[in-house]
């Protein structure tokens, strides 16, 4: 009996759509298959501080008809308490049978999955950084290079991070930067000597977020809508590759099925899940299958196909936030602008200890999420913050995956269950990192607020990886170089479960990278079985 397809693919992600792309391209039969069904929600036309003030409805958008963003009070990141985005995690935890403790155990059951509420950052690994994975530094560059084209990044290629950065030059140009972070620019030009001691290198932010047209896409357009969703579709987001996808006549896609069980039939393997529509079981069949459903439903797939109740060590990156206060910009207007990421920085830390963030407007973002940090009543604390916040830059800061001691364990019920921590060395990594930055950004002007660096819940960072790791001689419960697991050749494992280490950076396009190399490896080996 022969297969339905040569491959399925689970997940409509990052990871998904760009294992999919050489796949199809070499006329192979895919089906990919998303527990997620498609939804309509228009992003806001206007820009941010327009319908803020002219739009009556504001607050169906603000808060959700359901009071979404109200019931949201632990969300780590404001993108989960926006409206637009709460079909992107809906079901996620319920549907995928996933519990955190101790632990935020974020993931989505969308198409496009978590690229629909992102932030966009993006990084290459160093040549030092993929020393740990099991290939050859030179097997990724291509792949980090095709997607980065296909996705479309902008930023700089001539600052103090390109290096770190690693992209290649082809960039589009950085989106503009907003008076504050003009400012902070211009002094740190003037005074990078004087911080290179503190180890603090800054630079303009790399994005998947279009700054020219590409692909249909549209350029930002500084609307300061980046955390409601862009109407231009300049941030890039996962789902509008499936409409490319499906161009390719050998490419199926199939949403609302929730794959619960891998099996292996004969000589094939099936799927098998819960087609959300009508409630009831449906499989498909492949000669090979692709695990792309996020680490977290990933590593339960994984966990249920070893029958395995040994805990994994899942990697995740201690994070924290802080608030940047500019004296120079007090009494500025709010204006609009870019929503994430405008200037990054690097932060050596303790010998071979690297801290990676990025500094954000505060414009887009509701003002009711600082409020709750301020040591006052609400109603004060808000007045304040609205004075305030026109000269206050939001930051974020992150710290290498294996400082976590996060673990992931199948239980008998078949749920996953998650629990979170940091090693011992993180606060007073983190204490470390907080007098580095007061002192660099004292250094450019901007103050530090007291009580403001708060540090997040382990998994808060939404970077998982490394539950299935790849090695060059895998054991049960790891993936060879090509992120098959161990003991079941044909299932392979493509999003960031795979991952071997973590490092500080964004690890998203390093994650569309391998699976674009696992699936262009795989393409090669299936031509040349056939011939
Ligand atoms: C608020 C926020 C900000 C972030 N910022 C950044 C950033 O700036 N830079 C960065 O690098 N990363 C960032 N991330 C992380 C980034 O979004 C993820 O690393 C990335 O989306 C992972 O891609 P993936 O394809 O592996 O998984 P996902 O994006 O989770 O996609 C998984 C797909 O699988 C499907 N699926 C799940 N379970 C099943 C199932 N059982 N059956 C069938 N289908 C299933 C889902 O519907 C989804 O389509 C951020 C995430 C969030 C939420």
Redesign the pocket.
Known sequence: MDADFDIVI???????VSAAFPLVEAGLRVLM????EQTNIAPPMQSFLDARIQDKEQWKWMIGEDFHALQMREAV?P??RAPAHEFVFRN?ST??RVEGRDFAA??????????N??????ARLSDAELAQFPFPSSDIFKSYKVVARRIGVSGANDDDLSEYFGLDPWAQPPIALDAAHQSLYANYTKQRKKLAPLGFRLGRSRVAVLSDEHAGRKACNNSSNCLWGCARRALYN?ADEIAMLRQFENFQYESG????DIQRVGKHWSVC?IQKEGNVCRSATGRKILL????L?TTR?ALRLLKSSNPVRLLSCPTAAFLLWMPRMFGAARTSGFGLGQLSFSLAIQDTISGFGSTFATTGIPVAEFACHLPLRRRYGVDLLKNLLSSCLVGNLFLPGHLSNNKAVLNEDGSLHLEGAYSESVSGLLGDAAARLRKAYWQLGAFLLPMSFTVGRPGGD??YAGTLPMRKKPDSGETDLMGALYGFSGVHIV??ACLPALSEK????T?MANADRIARALALQWHGIQK
Do not use: Y
């Open positions: 689970v997940g409509s992600g990052p990871a998904g298959v998303d527990g997620g990141s993108k989960l996620f549907l995928n974020i993931g989505s059951l969308a198409p496009g999955g978590l690229s509420a992102w932030g966009c950052g993006v996962a099925l929730v794959v619960g899940g792309a459903a996020g680490t439903a797939l939404i970077h999003d960031g964004s690890h998203t396009l994650v």
